[in-house]
C-alpha cells in the first residue's frame, strides 16, 4: 500500500468503547451513511457495528450478524459469515467501513472484527458495447471489481491464476489486481509490472486509463502500448499467452500488456471460427488498417502530384468530378475528412433515439448536398466513405482512434511532396514503431525482431492444431500449450 | 524510469543478413545496368557482376574474421588496440568521411531521381533535407531500432522487385543478350570495378560488433547477405539488357526503374509502376542511408568522446547536406560518385585486410 510514507505511529485502536466510536464518527466526520448502531449480548458485552448504508449488504447484517451479536451467550460472540478478521489499526478498520465492509467494536477490547458485506447496486454483466462479436460469448466486463476477476476466474479453473491485489489511489483507495498465471508469465516481466505499478501515486485512479497512462513506456506516441478489452474472453486468453492482466474496479474496461502491433489486428473471433476464414478476415484487415490511414493521402497526392500515375481513362473522370470545385484536393479532402472526424464525434454524444438523424444528416446532406453544391468532388466521398468503413472494422477501439490522426499527419505530408512524402511520412511512422517497446518488448515483434514461430498466428491464423506452442517473443516458462 | 529488456536488442544471423543486404542495396543498383553497358558488348556484364561479386563476399569473410577479434568490443577500440591510437584516430575519421559522402550521394541521387520520376517541379534542395531530416530521425533512435527498420523495409523491396521482374519477362527479347562472350578480358575487369560500387557497405557490420550476439554465424550469414543484391544486380542487368538492348541501355540514367516503367501490371490500375517501384526503393535507400549515418556518427565519438549521438547528429546533419548540395553538374554528381567507390576499396577492402594482418602478427586480440 502507497500509504507508509509517514514515520508517525499509526493510530490505534483504544480499549475503551465509547472511546472508539467517537473517534471513528469523528474521522468520518458525523458522515450520516455511516450506520452506528450498538447492541448488549446475552451474555452482556456491549457491541458497536458500523457499516456505510447503501456499501453493505443489509440482510447480512440484520439476520446473521446481529442476530449471532445478541444471542451469543460467550464472551466473545462466534459470527456465522464467511469473511472475517481482525483489525486494530484505526486506518484499515476505517477503509473497511468505507469500503462497504461491516466493523465490529467490543467492550474492553482494543481490536475490531471486520466481516465482509460488501454488497451495492451494480450492473448486470451484458455483452461488451466497444468489442462485439458475431459467434463468441456475450458478457463483458462490469464495474464491478469482484464480478470481473470472478470471469476471469469462470474461464481458467487453473489453481495458478494469480490475483495480485493492491488498492490504489491516495484517496480512491481502488481496487487493482495484477492478474497472470504463474508457470507461463515470464518472472522478469511480471517483477517489472509491479515495480511500475507501485510508483503510481495519484489521489484518484479514475478507471484503466489512468493506470494505461502511468504504466506506458512512451509518453509522446499516439500507439496504444497496453490494451484495454471489455471481453473477459480476450484478458483470460492473453494470460494463456504469458500476458498480464490488471483488473481494475470502477470501469469496464481492463488491461493486457505488454502488447505489439500486430496484436491489435487480432480479435477473439479469429479463434472461434475455420482458420481459412479467420486468415483471410485478418488479411482484410490489415487492409482496412492500410487504407484508413493512407488513403485520402493518395488521394491528395494523385490528383496535385501524379496525375500520370492513374490510367488514363480514370484520370479524365477524376478530373472530370472535380471540375467546378474551387479548391485544390488538400482543402477538400481536409474538410471532408474533418467532417467525418465530427460526425463521428456527434454520433457519440447524441441520446441513442435521436442518433439515427446523425446518419440522414452525414449522408444525405454532407455528402450529397456537397456535391449538389460543387464544393467537394463525388470522387472525394467515395475516399472518405471507405476511410470511414476501413477504419471502423478494426477490432480495437483505441489502435483504430491513433491511425485516425495519423491520417491527417500523412495528408499534409502527400499535400506537400505527393507520393515522396507518403512514403516518408510511412518510414518515419516505421522508425517510430520500430524505436517503441511495450514493457520491454518490440512493439514490432515478432515482425522484427523476427520469431518465425510466432509468425503461425500473426497474418495467418494456423488451425489450432498447429498452434502448439506459446507466443515465443512471451518467453514464457511454459512453452507449450499440447503434448 | 528504468528500461528493461529481453535481450532482442541483441543482432542474430537473421539480422546481419538483412543489414548487410539492406546497406547494400540502394542506389548503385539503379544504376549499374547503364555503367556496365557502356563498355561491355552484349550482355557479358555478368562475368563482372559474379566477379565483383566474390570479391566483395571474398572481403565479407574478411570483415566478419575481424569481427570475431572485437571480443565485444567496438571498432575503434580495437583498432586502438592492435595498432595505436593515433593511427585507430585516422581510420576511424576515414571511416567517417566515407560514410558521410555515402549519405551524401544517397541523399543527392534521391533528390534526383525523385525530380526525374515523382515531384517534377519540387527544387532538389527540398526534396534534400526532408530526406535527409527523416535519415537523422531514424537515426537518432536506438541502434537496435535501426536493424529492426531493415527487417521491416527488405522484404518490402525484394516484393516489388519480384513483382517488377515476374511482370517484365514478357518484355524481355532474348536475342538481345546475344552474342555471348565477346568482351575483351580487360574491359571485364573494368567492368567488375563499376560493379563493386554497387555491392559496397557490407562493411557496416564492423560498427555493430557490441550487438552482435556472441553465437551467431557470421560468415554464413553475411554471405547470404551479399548474396542477394548480387543476384538482384544480376537478374536487372540482364533483365535491362535483354529489355532495352546494350546500346539502349548505356543511354538510360536509371535502368532499374526504366524496367519498371516499361512493366504493366494486369488489372491498369497503376499506369506508371515505375513511380510505386521508386517509392518502395526509396524505404531502401533510406535504411542504407541511415545506417550509413550511424556508422559515421560512431565513428565521430570515436574521435571526439565527450559527443553526445544526438550532438553529433547536429554536427553531420549540415556538413552532409552541405556535401550532397556540392556538385551541380552530371558530371561532379558522378565524380562524387567515383570518389566513394575509390575510398570505398580502402574501407571495405584494404583497410580490413591490413587490419586482419596487423591483428594475426602481432597475436593481439585473437580468440582461441
Known sequence: ?483 | MKIFDYGDNQIGSREVSTTVSSIMIGIGILTLPSLLAKHIQASDGWVSILAAGLIAGACGLVVCRLLRRFQGGTFHSFTARITTRPIAMLISAIYGVYFLLYVAFEVRSIARISRMYLLENTPTAFIAIAFLLVVVYGVSGTTAAVIRLNTMFLPIVLLISVVVLLFGIQLTNVDNLKPFMTTRPFELVSGTKDATFALLGFEVLLFYAPLLKPAVRTEKAMLIGIAIPVVLCLLTYLYSIAIFTQAATAQILFPTVEIAKEVRLPGQFFERLESIFFTVWIMTIFNTSCMAMEASVSCLQAIASKLDKRWCLLILCPVAYFLNMLPETMMQYKMLGSVISTIGYGTAAAIPIILLAVARLRGGGSVG
Not at chain 1, 71 to 89: I, Y
Not at chain 1, 287 to 309: N, V
Open chain 1, 1 to 483: 500500500m502507497s500509504d507508509t510514507q509517514s514515520a508517525v505511529p499509526p493510530a490505534m485502536l483504544t480499549m475503551d468503547l465509547r472511546e472508539n466510536i467517537a473517534l471513528i464518527r469523528a474521522k468520518l466526520g458525523n458522515a450520516s451513511d455511516l450506520l452506528v448502531s450498538e447492541h448488549r449480548s446475552k451474555s452482556g458485552i456491549l457491541y458497536a457495528v458500523f457499516c456505510i448504508d447503501g456499501l453493505s449488504s443489509r440482510p447480512l447484517i440484520q439476520e446473521h450478524l446481529l442476530e449471532a451479536l445478541i444471542g451469543s451467550d460467550a464472551d466473545n460472540a462466534q459470527l456465522p459469515v464467511q469473511e472475517v478478521r481482525t483489525s486494530d489499526l484505526l486506518d484499515e478498520v476505517l477503509i473497511a467501513i468505507l469500503s462497504g465492509d461491516t466493523a465490529v467494536l467490543s467492550e474492553d477490547f482494543a481490536c475490531a472484527r471486520i466481516v465482509g458485506t460488501k454488497f451495492w447496486n451494480s450492473r448486470s454483466v451484458e455483452e461488451p458495447q466497444t468489442e462485439a462479436l458475431i459467434r463468441g460469448p456475450r458478457d463483458g466486463f462490469t464495474e464491478d471489481f469482484r464480478t470481473n476477476t470472478a470471469l476471469v476466474r469462470r474461464r481458467l479453473r487453473d489453481p495458478n491464476l494469480r490475483f495480485e491485489t493492491f488498492q490504489l489511489g491516495r484517496r480512491s483507495r481502488t481496487d487493482v489486481a495484477v492478474v497472470y498465471v504463474e508457470g507461463i508469465v515470464n518472472d522478469k516481466l511480471l517483477q517489472e509490472v509491479r515495480r511500475r505499478i507501485h510508483t503510481i501515486d495519484v489521489d484518484e485512479v479514475a478507471g484503466s486509463g489512468f493506470i494505461e497512462q502511468w504504466l506506458t513506456d512512451n509518453q509522446l506516441s499516439p500507439f496504444p502500448q497496453i490494451m484495454s478489452t471489455e471481453r473477459p474472453d480476450k484478458l483470460s486468453a492473453a494470460l494463456l499467452q504469458g500476458k498480464v492482466g490488471i483488473v481494475v474496479d470502477n470501469t469496464p474496461f481492463q488491461l493486457i500488456l505488454p502488447m505489439t502491433l500486430f496484436s491489435f489486428f487480432h480479435s477473439p473471433e479469429d479463434y472461434y471460427q475455420n482458420w481459412i476464414i479467420s486468415t483471410a478476415i485478418r488479411v482484410m484487415r490489415f487492409g482496412a488498417a492500410f487504407l484508413a490511414t493512407f488513403m485520402p493521402a493518395f488521394y491528395i497526392a494523385l490528383t496535385e502530384f501524379h496525375h500520370g500515375m492513374l490510367p488514363s481513362e480514370l484520370a479524365f473522370s477524376i478530373a472530370g468530378s472535380r471540375e467546378g470545385v474551387p479548391f485544390p484536393s488538400v482543402v477538400e479532402a481536409f474538410a471532408m475528412e474533418a467532417t467525418l472526424e465530427l460526425l463521428r464525434e456527434a454520433g457519440i454524444r447524441l441520446p441513442r433515439p435521436i442518433g439515427q438523424t446523425i446518419g440522414i444528416v452525414g449522408g444525405l446532406v454532407i455528402g450529397e448536398a456537397a456535391v449538389r453544391a460543387g464544393i467537394v468532388s463525388p470522387i472525394m466521398v467515395i475516399v472518405v466513405a471507405i476511410t470511414a468503413i476501413s477504419s471502423f472494422s478494426l477490432p480495437s477501439y483505441t489502435f483504430a482512434i491513433s491511425l485516425r490522426l495519423l491520417r491527417f499527419l500523412i495528408m499534409v505530408s502527400a499535400a506537400l511532396f505527393g507520393l515522396y512524402g507518403i512514403v516518408l511520412a510511412y518510414i518515419m511512422l516505421n522508425v517510430h514503431i520500430a524505436n517503441l517497446m511495450s514493457f520491454g518488448i518490440p512493439y514490432s515483434t515478432p515482425f522484427a525482431p523476427t520469431f518465425l514461430a510466432d509468425w503461425k498466428d500473426l497474418i495467418l491464423r494456423a488451425p489450432l492444431r498447429l498452434l502448439s506452442g506459446r507466443p515465443k517473443m512471451m518467453r514464457t516458462k511454459d512453452k507449450n500449450r499440447m503434448k
